[in-house]
């Protein structure tokens, strides 16, 4: 079954807004992962938190984590239509293998 | 940077035959996967490799199988194609040590017809 579930399933925004996304998961994880797809390509890693960091920052990203709630979040500021993409999150329990979630559909309007 | 390569982009076979997808990595890494993915149902784990010649069952290994006989590359097989096996197809590799970030290739859309 899938471990990451994110929440809202799809989003639109105009360019230049912020834009969130939700990630929950059921069981203590080693590492959280956020990656994007643009549409018909493969997967991107964009972002790792670790389990004993509560907040990371990559450019435009900012990845927040919650092991007592047991969820993700992930902001793009600033929005550009080159965001427009699927967002996925991955959790990894320390071994080799990631559980990818079910993914945001983001679309940025111009 | 890493390169994760794929053989096909897109694909097209009838249903009963043998299909061979395959991934070729650069960066001499441990681990390789090959997961598929449909749509609501995100990204589901078929089989995973930590080495050559070894290979692990992820979550969905019926009517496939792979190989691994050197490093760099991993194939999966579709024994006998079905509509139902109609899907995008994405291989991934990682380093042996944590945190396993993954890198992957292109995917290649299948269509079994």
């Known amino acids: 079954s899938q471990q990451g579930e994110e929440d809202p399933q799809a989003l639109s925004i105009q360019e230049g807004e912020n834009a969130t996304m939700n990630c929950s998961y059921k069981?203590?994880?080693?590492?959280l992962q956020w990656y994007r797809q643009n549409s018909g390509r493969g997967l991107v890693h964009l972002i790792l938190i670790r389990s004993n960091e509560r907040e990371k920052h990559s450019g435009r990203l900012r990845v927040t984590l919650d092991t007592s709630k047991k969820s993700s979040s992930l902001l793009i500021t600033a929005s550009r239509a080159a965001d427009t993409a699927s967002y996925f999150c991955a959790t990894n329990f320390g071994n080799e293998k990631l559980t990818f979630g079910t993914g945001t559909r983001l679309t940025i309007i111009p | 940077d890493v390169k994760v390569t794929q053989s096909s982009r897109y694909l097209v076979k009838r249903t009963g035959e043998k299909v061979f997808l395959e991934c070729v990595q650069d960066?001499?890494?441990?681990?390789m996967f090959w997961y598929r993915q449909d749509p609501g149902l995100g990204l589901r784990l078929i089989y995973f490799s930590y080495d050559v010649k070894m290979k692990e069952k992820g979550d969905i290994p019926e009517g496939y199988s792979v190989s691994r006989e050197k490093k760099e590359r991993f194939s999966l097989i579709l024994e006998s194609a079905s509509t139902n096996q109609t899907s995008m197809y994405l291989c991934?590799?990682?380093?042996?040590?944590?945190?396993?970030?993954?890198?992957f290739g292109p995917g290649t859309r299948l269509t079994v017809t």
């Open positions: 991934a590799s990682t380093p042996g040590q944590p945190p396993y970030e993954q890198y």
């Open positions: 069981t203590s994880i080693n590492n």
């Open positions: 960066m001499d890494h441990e681990n």
